[in-house]
């Protein structure tokens, strides 16, 4: 009788351990707030647009209105590789690599 039991000891305290941790919540879920107040927002689309417009992105944050806000360019391409080397037989060093 006292073999039985210390057998059955470590199957019974895996199944009891299981239940206790059933009950709390999955890693990454908790603490859960549960009592939180769901808010509705009481600004409405027009004073949104309004605002986005008097407070413009700062410059050079990628977005599509800038992007579409950027000039196109007048130089060919050709232009711009005979001005590359133009700077590079000046002196100029195009920085590259990890440490540019």
Do not use: C, H
């Given at each position: ?36 107040v ?34 196109p360019?007048n ?7 005979k001005q590359?080397?133009?700077a ?8 590259s690599?990890?440490?540019?």
């Open positions: 009788m006292q073999a039985k039991n210390i057998a059955l000891a470590p199957v019974l305290a895996a199944v009891f351990a299981g239940n206790a941790f059933a009950a709390q919540p999955v890693s990454g879920e908790g603490p859960l707030f549960q009592n939180e769901a808010a509705v927002s009481t600004v409405s689309r027009a004073e949104v647009i309004k605002q986005a417009i008097a407070n413009p992105p700062a410059a050079g944050v990628n977005t599509a209105v800038a992007y579409k806000a950027d000039a360019s130089v060919s391409r050709a232009e711009v590789r590359t080397r133009d590079i037989a000046a002196g100029y060093q195009i920085k690599g990890e440490m540019s």
